[in-house]
């Protein structure tokens, strides 16, 4: 299945998912195209992370003075957290002299980026300054909390487990932010109406498909997409990863092309509009739109799209009117299934949007989000 390996990840309590460095680039360089300054004289935080082998902290290390940072601050959970049996701690950490052989597996680490220890009369990577934190790392203590609070931008790949917590505590900060997590997250009744009211958005980088992440060397996995390089490291690739954002970048301003119901009809690529049209739903007043480069550019009314569509949507050319998964079919008001219909198709279920297919049986079509063309 689509998420066996988030699966698995949730259920060994392992989330140790590490971004590789092109995929930070990529989604940086757009916030960056949209806006140069957006990074300048702020501070920037990476929670959950672990800046030993993490690629964020590397990047924004690297990349300080060319985007005018003021401070970095990264910070790591501790060794005993992530429940690992056969941890030893790096050379770096042992040959420096803030090394506690008592703190190195309860405690977490905090890195902080904002002098130019070396007097080289630069700012990079080599000025970084480390320190145990007096915690375990994890977000929610009032530790990481108050360089929440410090922070203006929030950027990390979060704990998957934990995202619904994560964004929380994002949104109670009221934070610039850009992090990872599964695309299952856009319909999450916490994360969605955000979207909806464009509180919050999908990065431009990573559209509908997915990532290969590094995992630990420890990590156990037997799944096929596992892959082993030369020196050991171990990645596996993740299937439907998105970034969620507020940070703005040209893509979500760019109006997605779109022809005439007609010329959709005539034309169309796809099989189930060529020559037949759309289906109309039979519970909602709203047709029914499997592909986005499907949606006709001269329908007024609301429109049933595919997740997908949020890889493309722009506020300025549509409105979000909701979503089908969950119980937001109560609040949409969508009418019950007449009890002749259920005999038809016994898996459907009130509260479901449904159309009747080419063989007059009722049928619940993919995750929809429902939208209406802006004046």
């Known amino acids: 299945m689509a998420n ?12 140790e998912f590490y971004t590789q460095y092109a995929d930070i680039q990529k989604e940086i360089n757009a916030y960056l195209d949209y806006d140069p300054n957006v990074f300048r004289g702020k501070t920037v935080l990476l929670p959950c992370d ?6 964020f902290t590397k990047f924004f290390a690297q990349n300080f003075e060319s985007f005018g ?19 030893q701690p790096t ?22 980026l904002d002098e130019d220890i070396n007097n080289d009369g630069r700012f990079n990577i080599n000025d970084l300054h480390w320190s145990y934190l007096e915690g375990d790392g994890d977000f929610r203590s009032d530790e990481v909390k108050a360089l929440r609070d410090e922070a203006d931008i929030i950027i990390t790949n979060p704990p998957f487990s934990l995202f619904r917590e994560f964004m929380a505590w994002i949104m109670e900060a009221g934070k610039q932010f850009s992090v990872i997590g599964n695309k299952n997250g856009i319909s999450y009744k916490e994360i969605f109406p955000l979207i909806k009211d464009n509180v919050i958005w ?25 892959r082993i390089d030369e020196q050991g490291n171990k990645f596996i690739r993740v299937p439907g990863v998105h970034w969620f954002t507020n940070i703005d970048h040209g893509l ?6 779109l022809m005439t119901m007609e010329d959709n009809i005539l034309y169309s690529r796809h099989k189930e509009i060529k020559g037949k049209g759309y289906l109309h739903y039979e519970n909602y007043d709203a047709i029914d739109v499997p592909y986005s480069d499907a949606i006709p550019s001269d329908y007024e009314g609301i429109m049933g799209v595919p997740l997908t569509f949020l890889d493309k949507y722009c506020p300025e050319q549509f ?57």
């Open 69 to 87: 940072l003021k401070k970095l601050i990264s910070t790591s959970y501790a060794v005993e957290s992530k429940q690992i049996k056969d941890w």
């Open 319 to 375: 409105e979000i009117i909701g979503q089908t998964q969950g119980n937001s079919g109560k609040e949409l008001g969508l009418k019950p299934y007449p009890r002749e219909l259920k005999k038809l198709n016994p898996s459907l279920r009130d509260g479901q949007l449904y159309y009747i297919d080419e063989e007059a049986i009722p049928q619940k079509p993919y995750a929809r989000i429902l939208i209406r063309k802006k004046q």
């Open 202 to 226: 999908l990065g431009p980088s990573i559209t509908s498909g997915d990532r290969e992440f590094m995992v630990p060397k420890e990590y156990l996995t037997h799944s096929p997409s596992l």
């Open 252 to 257: 979500r301003h760019e109006p997605l092309p």
């Open 91 to 112: 050379l770096f950490e042992t040959e420096s002299p803030y090394y506690d052989v008592d703190k190195s597996r309860t405690n977490g680490k905090i890195f902080v």
């Open 4 to 15: 066996t390996n988030l699966a698995n990840a949730k259920t060994a309590k392992n989330d």
């Open 50 to 55: 672990d800046p030993e082998w993490s690629n």
